[in-house]
C-alpha cells in the first residue's frame, strides 16, 4: 500500500485535483465540505446513535460453542439461544461426524410438563445438563434430575449417576507463581523443624534440644520463607528488609450521613521510591553454619528450587531493578557460591511480566522465554550446566504464551502471532512442538483471531475463530494432527446486519519507518454518506504493555456507537505496543510521551488519503489510564494534528504513577526524561480543546495526577474543562463521563451544540 501522505508533491496535486472516492460505491466528485450538522440534525444522530443502542442486542447467533461433554466419550451437547430466546440443545458424535438435535424438544417439553406439572415451552427448554446413559437420556431442569426414555420419552424423577465436563481450557502460569514461595518448615525426613521467632530461625531436632541459628533476625527485619533440601541435610532462607510504602490520599467528597468528606489513604510506591529487599542464605543442620550467598540483596522476592539430581544445588530466579537483567542464579550449599545458568542483558527492558520458564526436574532442563533474538521465542536450556541447548522457536513471528509443557512427550503447546505471511500479525494461533524444536503442529489454520478449548482428555479441541470484520466459525478438530472432524456453527448476524450497522474495516498502513504496517480498525455510522466529510475520532491506548485493536469479532462497540453522532472512529496500535518484534516494542524505551504518535499519524493520513470523506483537518482522541495520559499528550506534543481530546484518569507524569509499572518502561533511575515528558511540565504547550475527566476515588492512578496537571494548565492561563465524579474510581467517567465526551466532540468537532438536557418536559 502506498502512504500518499509522505509524498508531499503527490499529496499537494491530490487536494488540488478532483478527488476520486474508492469506497463504498462513491463516484468522481469535487472536494467534500466538512460535516457540521445542525441542532437538530445531531439531535436525530444523538436518537439514532441511542436507537442503535438497544437495537443491536440479541441480533446475532451461533457466536460459538460452550461444549459439555460425556465423561470417558467422545461425545457432547451445547446450547444455541436463538432468535426471541427460543432454545436448541445439539449433540455431537465425534465417531460418527454426526451433528443433530439432542432430543425431540416437543416431545421432551411435554414430559417434562407430565413429569414436573409445570408448563414447559419447547423453545424455551430450561435445560441445564444432559448425561446420555445406556437405556435413557437423563435430563437436570429446575435443580432436579430425570429419566427420559429416548424411544417413548416417559420421564421420571431420578438421580444422575454422573454430570457432564466443561472443557479444559489452555492456559499457563505467570512466572512468579511457579516456583515454591510457600515457605516448608519440616525437613522431607520429618527430623527436623525450622521454627522463626521474633525473626530468628530456631532449628528443632525431633526429641531433641533446639538450635538457635541466628541472633541478628527481628520481626521487623525477619529471616523466614524456608525450603529444605531434599536430603534434609540444608535449607535455603530468605531475610526481609521491609520498606513500608509512602501513602498517596484521596477524599471521599460525597459521603452519605455525614457533611465532612472522608479521608482515605493507601500505600503507593512510585518511581525511585525505596523498595522492600531480599537476602539468600543458607544454613546447614551438620555445621549449624548460616551463609549469606555471595549475590546482592534484591528487591525480587527469591523462590528456590533444590536441583532433584543433586541437591548440593539450588537455583532461583532474579530480575534486578530497572528491568535490564534477568538470571537464573545457581547456588552451591556447601560454599555460598553462586554461578549463573542464565543470564540475559538488555540496553532497553526484558519485558518481566512475560518471562516464561519451566523447569523439568527429571532431566536438569528449563524451558525458557527470551527475546534476546529480536522476538519473543522458547529455548531450552541445560539446567546443569547453564547455557542454552537449543532454540525451541525462532523466527519473525512472536510466542505468546505458553499453554502447557509436556515433559513425557517432550512437546510445548503455545499461542503466537506473526507466523503466517499476509496475515494480521496480531493474530492468535495455537501450536505445538518438540523440545528439540523439531515437528511444529499448526493446530489452527485460518486467517483469523482463534480461541480453543480441548476435550477432557485433550483428544480434540474446539476452534472459534473471527475478526473484527469476519463473524465466528466454530470448528470440531482432532488434536492429534489439527485435521478438522466438522463445522459445528456459522455465526448468523443477518438480523444484526438489517440494523444498518456496518462492521468496522481492517485498515493498514505504514509508519514512521516507512515499512513496517501499522493495524487498525475504522467505524463509519450507519447513515454514513461518502459525499459528507466526517471528522476522525482516534481511540487511543498506547500503554506498551499489550496492543490493543480488537481481533475479534463484536456484535457492538462503543465506537460503533460514537461513530452514529457524525464521526468516523478508529484505533490502531503504534510503535512502542507490545506483540510485535522487539525492535517495535522498543520504541517505549524511556518514551512513553512517544506514544506511537508519528505512526498513528500517518496511518490517519492515510486514511484520508484513501477516502476523501475523512476529514484529516478535524482529528480528535479520547482515552483511559495510560490512554488519558496519551490524549492530554496528544494535543501537547502534536496540536498541529489533535484538535480535542477527551482525557480520563491519565497518568499524566510517569513519577506519580505506580512504580512497577512506569520503570518496566521508563527505566530506573528516575532521570530527566521523566519530567521531559511529562503532560505537567508540559501543560503551557496545549493549543486544541481538553476535557479532563477523574474519579476522586481512583486508587489505580493517584487523583492528583490530574488535579496536578490542572493546577498546571491554569497556572498556564489555558482553556480547558475538568470532570470530577464523585466517589468514582479508575473509569472513563461512568455514564456520565461518557455523554460528556460524547457532546464534547460534537461541539468541538462538529461545531454544534448537543441536546439541551436541562430544559423541563412536559
Known sequence: MINISIFPAFRRFMMAAPLFAVALGAT????????????????????????????????AYRLGVRPRWQAGQHNFWYKNVLQDSVVEYIYVDIASAAKKPAFDHERLAAALSKATGKTIDAKKLPVTDIVYAKDAILIETGGKWYSCHPGSYECTATTAAGKSVESVNPGSRPRWERGDWMSRNTSP??????????????????????????????????????????????????????????????????????????????????????????????????????????????????????RKSDPRYFTFERADRGHQRFRIIEVDRETGNTRNIVEEKTNTFIYEQRIFTSYNDDKDEIIWGSEKDGYMHLYLVDGKKGGVKNAITQGEWVVRTVDSVDTKKRQVWFRASGMNPGEDPYNLHYYRIGFDGKGLVKLTTANANHSLTFSPDRSYYIDTYSRPDVPPVTELHRTADGKIVTVLEKADISRLMATGLRLPEVFTAKGRDGKTDIWGIVCRPRNFD?????????????????????????????????????????????????????????????????????????????????????????????????????????????????????????????????????????????????????????????????????GEADTNVPPESTYRLADALIKANKDFDLLVVPGMGHSDGGPYGRRKKRDFFVKKLLGTDPPERNIATN
Open 28 to 59: 468522481a466528485q469535487a472536494p467534500l465540505s466538512p460535516y457540521h450538522p445542525d441542532r437538530n440534525e445531531v439531535a436525530s444522530l444523538y436518537k439514532s446513535a441511542a436507537e442503535l443502542d438497544s437495537l443491536v442486542r440479541n441480533k
Open 189 to 306: 525426613d520429618k527430623k527436623w523443624k525450622v521454627d522463626i521467632r521474633k525473626g530468628n530461625i530456631y532449628l528443632l531436632p525431633e526429641g531433641g534440644t533446639e538450635i538457635q541459628y541466628t541472633t541478628d533476625g527481628t520481626e521487623k527485619e525477619p529471616y523466614g520463607e524456608v525450603r529444605w533440601a531434599p536430603d534434609s541435610k540444608f535449607f535455603a532462607v530468605c531475610r526481609t528488609h521491609p520498606v513500608e510504602a509512602a501513602k498517596v490520599y484521596y477524599l471521599l467528597s460525597s459521603q452519605p450521613n455525614t457533611t465532612r468528606a472522608e479521608l482515605k489513604s493507601n500505600e503507593y510506591a512510585q518511581p525511585g521510591d525505596a523498595n522492600t529487599m531480599f537476602e539468600v542464605y543458607v544454613c546447614g543442620v551438620a555445621d549449624k553454619a548460616v551463609k549469606k550467598i555471595a549475590v546482592d540483596s534484591s528487591n525480587d522476592r527469591p523462590s528456590f528450587r533444590w
Open 530 to 694: 461518502p459525499n459528507k466529510k466526517y471528522p476522525v475520532i482516534e481511540n487511543i491506548y498506547a500503554g506498551p504493555q499489550d496492543a490493543f485493536v480488537p481481533k475479534n469479532f463484536s456484535t457492538y462497540s462503543e465506537m460503533q456507537s460514537m461513530a452514529e453522532l457524525g464521526f468516523i472512529v478508529v484505533q490502531m496500535d503504534g510503535m512502542g505496543t507490545a506483540n510485535r518484534s522487539k525492535a517495535f516494542h522498543d520504541v517505549c524505551w524511556k518514551n512513553l510521551g512517544d506514544a506511537g504518535f508519528p505512526d498513528r499519524i500517518l496511518w490517519i493520513k492515510a486514511l484520508a488519503a484513501k477516502y476523501p470523506y475523512v476529514d484529516v483537518d478535524r482529528v480528535g482522541l479520547y482515552g483511559t489510564s495510560a490512554g488519558g495520559q496519551n490524549t492530554a499528550g496528544g494535543l501537547l506534543f502534536h496540536p498541529e494534528f489533535y484538535k480535542a481530546g477527551v482525557s480520563a484518569c491519565g497518568c499524566h507524569d510517569n513519577r506519580v504513577d505506580k512504580q512497577w509499572w512506569n520503570e518496566q518502561w521508563m527505566g530506573y533511575p528516575v532521570g530527566k526524561h521523566y519530567e521531559e515528558q511529562s503532560n505537567i511540565t508540559n501543560a503551557a504547550k496545549l493549543q486544541g480543546h481538553l476535557l479532563l475527566i477523574v
